[in-house]
């Protein structure tokens, strides 16, 4: 991919132009590229891919505002969004997989550290959750720990059932999801960090599963 500086005498163009060259603008930046039939490989491999993109595309949809902020800040300065992120990390964690026990909910950003430990238990219609924090270095603080609920499930079929987050600022860092189905869930949690400087920063999330009666 080319950048364009200049196409068509200066004016901002889009499309294909003679079958043969694409104007195109991403992110703000105007660029050119040969244009190109794509083709539709369907090998195994490829399908795999396809059916996971598909899979996190909607979860990533229907998921809590508390998911998507590591990967906002993961994305920030980068030429990617925060959905691009989730997709660039999950993918390959969950294609050769036939559940969400790979799945990662924060990336690790700005030097973040990891929880020291995560257990989860689940009852009738419910499910409890507890972190455990390092402690931090001088200066640093943790704004809290996010906890998430997501039905586990095989990530090639459509995504279903039901995916929720929470948050807590206080010590013990825990959290309960009511009103659950019976059935197998992926609990995933990771803390949230004001830096010395005042910029915030992500632990990688840890995860672990529960069974609901």
Do not use: C
Not at 48 to 64: H, I, M
Not at 181 to 195: C, D, F, N, P, Q
């Amino acid at each position: 991919m080319a950048k364009s500086k200049s196409p068509l005498f200066g004016l901002e163009a889009s499309g294909t132009v003679g079958d043969s060259v694409v104007f195109a603008k991403w992110r703000g930046v105007q660029y050119a590229r040969r244009h190109v039939i794509p083709a539709n490989p369907r090998t195994t491999e490829q399908l795999k891919t396809r059916s996971v993109f598909s899979f996190l595309n909607q979860l990533w949809a229907r998921a809590p505002a508390l998911l998507h902020e590591p990967w906002a800040a993961y994305a920030s300065g980068r030429p990617l969004t925060d959905r691009n992120a989730f997709m660039k990390f999950n993918i390959p964690l969950l294609r050769e997989s036939s559940d969400l026990g790979q799945l990662m909910g924060s990336p690790g950003v700005s030097g973040g550290f990891a929880l020291a430990s995560l257990s989860a238990s689940g009852g009738i219609g419910y499910i409890t959750a507890e972190a455990t924090p390092y402690q931090v270095p001088s200066g640093w603080s943790i704004d809290y720990v996010v906890f998430v609920v997501v039905a586990d499930q095989d990530p090639h079929d459509p995504f279903g059932g039901v995916i929720m987050a929470q948050s807590d600022t206080t010590v013990p860092y825990s959290a309960m999801f009511s009103s659950l189905s019976s059935g197998t869930y992926r609990v995933l949690a990771w803390a949230r960090y004001t830096k010395p400087d005042g910029s915030k920063a992500f632990s990688p999330s840890l995860i672990t599963s529960a069974e609901v009666l």
